[in-house]
């Protein structure tokens, strides 16, 4: 009996992780539109990464090779941005916790959750315009 009573737990517990990992993964969905973009031009995207953050190309190649994608490169330096923090360091707490999501990322930075710089990261990227237009951002026609 015992031991269904931990299986059970145990099923419970995963679902609500699983579930926790759906809806934060949901939160940054412009990331597949910006990787995309990213990778049909990757060396307009590494002077894009270097214009926007002011950095030499040395940095971005640094980070492109540590990360696993394009858009996670962005994160990690407009993480360090928002955070003030050097981007090695956002770049180690990336390879140890990039497995929990951008929010507990960015939390662990110091970025509360609901403040205007956390809905900045959950709304896009600044690189990329529109990259995560959903239908609810579109103004009505005919109204105004």
């Given at each position: 009996?015992?031991?269904?009573?931990v299986?059970?737990?145990?099923?419970?517990?995963?679902?609500?992780?699983?579930?926790?990992?759906?809806?934060?993964?949901?939160?940054f969905?412009?990331?597949k539109?910006?990787?995309?973009?990213?990778?049909?031009?990757?060396?307009?995207?590494?002077?894009?990464?270097?214009?926007?953050?002011?950095?030499g190309?040395?940095?971005?190649?640094?980070?492109?090779?540590?990360?696993?994608?394009p858009?996670?490169?962005?994160?990690?330096?407009?993480?360090?941005?928002?955070?003030?923090?050097?981007?090695?360091?956002?770049?180690?707490?990336?390879?140890?916790?990039k497995?929990?999501?951008?929010?507990?990322?960015?939390?662990?930075?110091?970025?509360?959750?609901?403040?205007?710089?956390?809905?900045?990261?959950?709304?896009?990227?600044?690189?990329?315009?529109?990259?995560?237009?959903?239908?609810?951002?579109?103004?009505?026609?005919?109204?105004?």
């Amino acid at each position: 009996m015992k031991t269904k009573k931990v299986t059970l737990s145990l099923l419970v517990m995963f679902a609500f992780v699983l579930s926790a990992s759906v809806v934060a993964a949901g939160d940054f969905d412009w990331t597949k539109d910006f990787n995309i973009k990213a990778e049909a031009d990757r060396d307009g995207f590494r002077a894009q990464l270097s214009t926007r953050f002011k950095i030499g190309n040395a940095e971005v190649k640094v980070v492109l090779g540590n990360v696993d994608s394009p858009a996670d490169a962005y994160m990690v330096f407009r993480l360090g941005e928002m955070s003030s923090k050097p981007v090695d360091f956002v770049l180690s707490k990336y390879r140890t916790e990039k497995n929990k999501g951008w929010g507990v990322l960015a939390k662990s930075l110091g970025i509360k959750p609901g403040s205007k710089d956390f809905h900045a990261l959950k709304a896009g990227s600044d690189i990329y315009a529109n990259t995560n237009k959903s239908k609810g951002d579109k103004k009505k026609k005919g109204k105004g």
